[in-house]
C-alpha cells in the first residue's frame, strides 16, 4: 500500500513532516498559474515493491497515461526536475523513483544481499509498477536507468508502450564484460577497475561527494552546473546502502561479485542480446563524456518503430537534465511513433 514519505526539500535534504498533498489538490492550489508546479514541491511517497520500499517523486493527473523516468549513477530523480513538468502539462502521469541505493528508497530487510546487477536493479521497476497497479509505461532514461529500461522492454515488452533510452542499447552480460577494449576505451572505464579494489571501495565511501562530482565534469566536460545543482542530487548518496549498490554493480559486470540466484535465468537472456520490438527512440548527446557505443552499432538491435536522435549543443551525459526540451519531446513523440 503507498504510503506518504517524508519530503525532499529544494536543496536534496531530507527533513520530517507532514503527509504531502496529492497531485490534485496542489493543482487546485495553484489553478490561477499556468505553471506546473517543480521538483522542489513535488509529492515523494514509497511503496512496498519487492525487497524495497521504493521512494518515488510523482507529478501529473493520476489518470493520464504513465511515464516513468529512470535515473542513473551517480544521479538522482533531479536529473528529471525539468523533464517531469514539461511532460506533467501535456497530461503524462509522471513517476521517477530512487534506484536502490540512492535517495529515501530502502531495503526492507538488513538480510537481504545489497545486489546491484542489472536484472535485479531493472526488476525493481517492475514491481513498483505491479505495487502502483500499472499495467504498462513508457520507459525513459539513460545510464544504469537507459539499461533498466532496455531489460524491461527485451524481456517484458508487454509492460512497455514506447522506450526512450540514452545511448540506445545498454544490455551486457558478465561474458561481455570480462572481454579487453582497445586501450583508449579501457581508459573511459578507469573507475571500474578502481571500484575492483578494496581501496576503491573505501575511497568512494569516503569521499563519493567529491568522487561524483568528477564523474559529472568527465561525463558532462561543457555542462556548467553549479554547486547548488550537484548539492541536491549529492543528498542521494547518502543512502546507507549505496556504496554497497554501486561497488557490487560494477564488480558483477567484470565476473568479480555473483549475484543472487533468482536472477540467473534473466541474465542467461539477457546474454543472448535479446532484439527490442517496442517503439523506441534513442538520443545521444555530442559531448557525452562517459563511455557509450556508437549509434550504428545497435541500431540492428531496435527492430520495431525506432528513431536516433543526435542532441547538439555540448549536451553530455545526463542529457535529460541537460537538455529536458529534447528528452521530453522524445518521450512525447515515442507514444506515436510507427
Not at 84 to 103: D, E, M, S, T
Not at 104 to 130: E, I, K, Y
Not at 255 to 260: K, S, T, V
Request: overall charge neutral.
Amino acid at each position: 500500500m503507498e504510503v506518504d514519505m517524508l519530503r525532499r526539500q529544494l536543496l536534496g535534504t531530507f527533513v520530517a513532516g507532514a503527509a504531502i498533498a496529492d497531485w490534485p489538490i496542489m493543482a487546485a492550489a495553484n489553478a490561477a498559474s499556468p505553471m506546473v508546479p517543480s521538483l522542489a514541491s513535488w509529492p515523494v511517497r514509497a511503496v512496498k515493491a519487492g525487497p524495497l520500499e521504493i521512494a518515488y517523486a510523482e507529478i501529473g493527473p493520476p489518470d493520464g497515461d504513465v511515464v516513468i523516468l529512470l535515473h542513473g549513477w551517480p544521479y538522482d530523480i533531479y536529473s528529471f526536475v525539468d523533464v517531469a513538468p514539461l511532460l506533467a502539462a501535456k497530461g503524462l502521469r509522471v513517476i521517477v523513483p530512487y534506484v536502490r541505493g540512492f535517495g529515501a528508497t530502502r531495503f526492507l530487510s538488513a538480510t537481504t544481499m545489497r545486489n546491484g546487477q542489472p536484472s535485479a536493479v531493472a526488476s525493481d521497476t517492475l514491481s513498483m509498477m505491479d505495487a502502483l497497479k500499472i499495467d504498462h509505461a513508457v520507459l525513459a532514461g539513460f545510464d544504469w536507468g537507459a539499461r533498466s529500461a532496455d531489460i524491461i522492454a527485451a524481456l517484458w515488452p508487454e509492460r512497455c508502450r514506447g522506450l526512450v533510452s540514452v545511448s540506445g542499447y545498454l544490455i551486457g552480460s558478465q561474458a561481455a564484460g570480462k572481454l579487453p577494449l582497445p586501450p583508449a576505451a579501457e581508459l573511459q572505464w578507469w573507475y571500474q577497475f578502481y571500484f575492483a579494489t578494496e581501496r576503491g571501495r573505501e575511497g568512494y565511501s569516503r569521499n563519493r561527494h567529491e568522487f561524483n562530482r568528477l564523474i559529472w565534469k568527465l561525463a558532462s566536460p561543457r555542462w556548467a552546473f553549479d554547486d547548488a545543482t550537484f548539492d541536491r542530487s549529492a543528498a542521494a548518496f547518502e543512502n546507507p546502502d549505496h556504496v554497497a549498490i554501486v561497488i557490487h554493480n560494477y564488480r558483477w559486470r567484470q565476473g568479480l561479485a555473483d549475484g543472487e540466484r533468482q536472477f540467473d535465468a534473466l541474465e542467461k537472456r539477457l546474454a543472448a542480446a535479446p532484439p527490442i520490438a517496442v517503439p523506441t527512440i534513442t538520443l545521444e548527446g555530442d559531448a557525452n563524456g562517459a563511455p557509450h557505443p556508437d549509434p550504428s552499432a545497435y541500431a540492428a538491435k531496435f527492430t520495431g518503430p525506432y528513431a536516433h536522435r543526435l542532441i547538439s549543443g555540448g549536451i553530455g551525459h545526463n542529457l535529460p537534465q541537460e537538455a529536458p526540451q529534447a528528452f521530453a519531446q522524445a518521450v512525447l513523440d515515442v507514444r506515436h511513433l510507427v
